[in-house]
Structure formats: structure tokens, C-alpha cells
């Protein structure tokens, strides 16, 4: 027997999604969430799953997914809207556009990449997010001490993005990752493509990379 689910209507909810055109140049984190908190990042958001988990078991930090892709931005605001989070917001855009535009100095504590578009043909790798330009903006963009995080099934894109970061970014140096609160056992992300990926036995490949600290840097202790 064909049963036939009734596809649910998303809702939008006006203070998780932000609209780009109602947003200062340069962004100011404090009012965007009406706090002054840890602020962290996470680029090309898919449904929200690591948000979805980060945000609840943080409270006292603040969240914001960039997703370009409409179903999934909408999807993500609806998720968020129906679990109550307060501390999440979503903005549909580029995301190189976004933080080279929108995204002042040293105000972001983390910065996350969870399975980026690998665009596998060498023709189409001038379009992978995380290198050249935009590493150089997250790099300005982190606080001292904040971190980026990085993890992809693409081996080629993985050596390419530590190739990139040890050319491009000085201040940034290697960490240890930390896993979000989605992960179960044995996992480093928990969203819906890392379990894919998982399943299929797939390598996965993960980096973290911290920028250094003030005083470190002016001492020449790095
Ligand atoms: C493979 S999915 C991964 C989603 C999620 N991070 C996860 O682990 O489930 C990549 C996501 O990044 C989004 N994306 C790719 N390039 C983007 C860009 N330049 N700006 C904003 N979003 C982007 C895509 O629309 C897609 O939702």
C-alpha cells in the first residue's frame, strides 16, 4: 500500500532568519543577537544539524549558519524556529561574498566547515570555499585564541586547504579538533552526510587550526 506523507509547510521565523539587506557594514554581533556571547560561524549549513545541537547544548554562546541553497536555509530556520532556539540565526547568501563584506575584525571566536562542496573536477576548483582569499578573511575575521574546524571526504581538498593555510594564514597555527555535540561515538561532526559517508566507508578527513594569541604574537613567542 502507497502511503503518502503530507510534506510539512517550513516556516519562516522572523528573528532566526536574517535578512542580508536589513544588515550593517560592518555586521555587529551584539546587536544581531542582542547579547555580547561567543560568536561562531559555520559556513554552507546544510539542514542545520550541527547548529541544531551546538545551540542547545551552548546557551551561553551565539550561532549563525550561512547557506545559500533556499530549501536548506529554509528548512534550517524552521528547525531552529520549532525547537525555540534563541541563540541561532540563519543568512541565505555566499558565503565569500558574506564574510569579505559583512564580517569585521577579530569577532568571530569559531569557524566551521563541515563537508564543503568538494567540486571534485579540476576545472571546477577555483569554486571550493575554503582557500586562497578566503582563508586570508577568516584569518582577520577570528579572534585571538578563536578556531577554525574543517572536515571533508575529499582527500584532494584536504591536502589543498593545509597547503593554503600554512601559505596564506601566519597567525594561524594546528590544534586539536574538537568534536560537536551532534557526534556519537566514533564521530567528529554528527550531521547527516558524515553518517553517509560513514556508512559507505568512506576517509573522512578533519583539521583544526587556532589563530595565535596577542601576546604570543608581539613577544615573538610563536
Ligand atoms: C555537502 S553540504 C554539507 C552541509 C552540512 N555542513 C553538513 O555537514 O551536513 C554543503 C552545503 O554548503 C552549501 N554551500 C556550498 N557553497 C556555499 C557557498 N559558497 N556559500 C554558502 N553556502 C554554500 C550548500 O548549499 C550545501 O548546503
Redesign the pocket.
Known sequence: MLVHRKKRVLQDYKGISVCLDDLPRPLCFPALFGRTAPVHV?????KG??LLHQARHNPESDFLG????NA?YRSAVDRFGRWGLSNVRMVR????VWVRNWLPDASVDGFHI????PWPKKKHRKRR?FQGANLVELERILKPAGGIQFVTDSEDYFQQALRELEKECRQLKPTAFVPAAAAGQGEW?G????RKYRRENRPLYKLAFSKIECTKMCSGNV
Not at 550531521?191 to 558524515?194: G, P
Open positions: 559555520e559556513i554552507g549549513s546544510g544539524t550541527f550561512v547557506e545559500w541553497a536548506y547568501t555566499e558565503a565569500s563541515y563537508f564543503p562542496d570555499f561532526v550531521t547527516n552526510y558524515e
